[in-house]
T-cell receptor, first 114, second 112 residues
Framework: GAVVSQHPSWVICKSGTSVKIECRSL??????MFWYRQFPKQSLMLMAT?????????EQGVEKDKFLINHASLTLSTLTVTSAHPEDSSFYIC??????????FGPGTRLTVT | GNSVTQMEGPVTLSEEAFLTINCTYT??????LFWYVQYPGEGLQLLLK?????DKGSNKGFEATYRKETTSFHLEKGSVQVSDSAVYFC???????????FGTGTSLTVIP
C-alpha cells in the first residue's frame, strides 16, 4: 500500500533555532499534503494544506511566518519551524492525498525545543 | 511492525441504521488505539480512544472495544444520523506516543 514517510521521527533543538521536517509520499504522487499538530492528550489540529507548486493554505491562528511550508514536488512537502520556542514542542503529522482522494498519514515527528 | 487496516469505503447508510466500521491492527507491545473523524472541509478530530485491552472508548453514541485476542478495534453506532457523514480513521500509537499509524479512512454517508 501507499506509504508516507516523515523525517526525522524525533528531533530536539535549542530555542531560537529552526527545524525542518520532511514529508514524503514514497510510491505515489500527492498533489495535496496536510500538516497536523497534536498537543499532548488532544486531537490532531490541522495546521495547513499544502498544494504542489502553490502557496500553502493556513488554518486560522497558525502563524505562516513561523511554520513555513514548501511543497516543491509531488512527493515532498517540508515544514520548517522557524525560531523555535519550547511552546512549539509537539507532535507533527503529515498526510498525503493520492489521485483517488485517499489520504495516507506519516508516522509523525516529535519536536522537543529546549 | 505496526500497521492498521480498516474496511474500505465508501459506506452509505440510511438514517437510524446500525454502523460498523472494522479496524484491525498489528503491533509490537501494547499500543493505544484511536478513532478519528474528519468532517467535510475540516481537520481530524479525536472521536474516542482506548489505551489497554478490553477498554471501551465511547463518544457521541460511537463505541469501540480494544480486543487484544482479535487485534481489533471496530467502531459501532446503533443509530446513525445525517450529521455523522464524515471520514473515519482508525489509528494506533506505540506506548511512547512517538509514532502514530493510521488506517486509510472509511467514508460514511448517511442519507435521510
Amino acid at each position: 500500500g501507499a506509504v508516507v514517510s516523515q523525517h526525522p521521527s524525533w528531533v530536539i533543538c535549542k530555542s531560537g533555532t529552526s527545524v525542518k521536517i520532511e514529508c514524503r509520499s514514497l510510491d505515489f504522487q500527492a498533489t495535496t499534503m496536510f500538516w497536523y499538530r497534536q498537543f499532548p492528550k488532544q486531537s490532531l489540529m490541522l495546521m495547513a494544506t499544502s498544494n504542489e507548486g502553490s502557496k500553502a493554505t493556513y488554518e486560522q491562528g497558525v502563524e505562516k511566518d513561523k511554520f513555513l511550508i514548501n511543497h516543491a514536488s509531488l512527493t515532498l512537502s517540508t515544514l520548517t519551524v522557524t525560531s523555535a520556542h519550547p511552546e512549539d514542542s509537539s507532535f507533527y503529522i503529515c498526510s498525503a492525498r493520492d489521485g483517488r482522494d485517499k489520504q495516507y498519514f506519516g508516522p509523525g515527528t516529535r519536536l522537543t525545543v529546549t | 511492525g505496526n500497521s492498521v487496516t480498516q474496511m474500505e469505503g465508501p459506506v452509505t447508510l440510511s438514517e437510524e441504521a446500525f454502523l460498523t466500521i472494522n479496524c484491525t491492527y498489528t503491533a509490537t507491545g501494547y499500543p493505544s488505539l484511536f478513532w478519528y473523524v474528519q468532517y467535510p472541509g475540516e481537520g481530524l478530530q479525536l472521536l474516542l480512544k482506548a489505551t489497554k485491552a478490553d477498554d471501551k472508548g465511547s463518544n457521541k453514541g460511537f463505541e469501540a472495544t480494544y480486543r487484544k485476542e482479535t487485534t481489533s478495534f471496530h467502531l459501532e453506532k446503533g443509530s446513525v444520523q445525517v450529521s455523522d457523514s464524515a471520514v473515519y480513521f482508525c489509528a494506533l500509537s506505540d506506548r511512547t506516543g512517538n509514532q502514530f499509524y493510521f488506517g486509510t479512512g472509511t467514508s460514511l454517508t448517511v442519507i435521510p
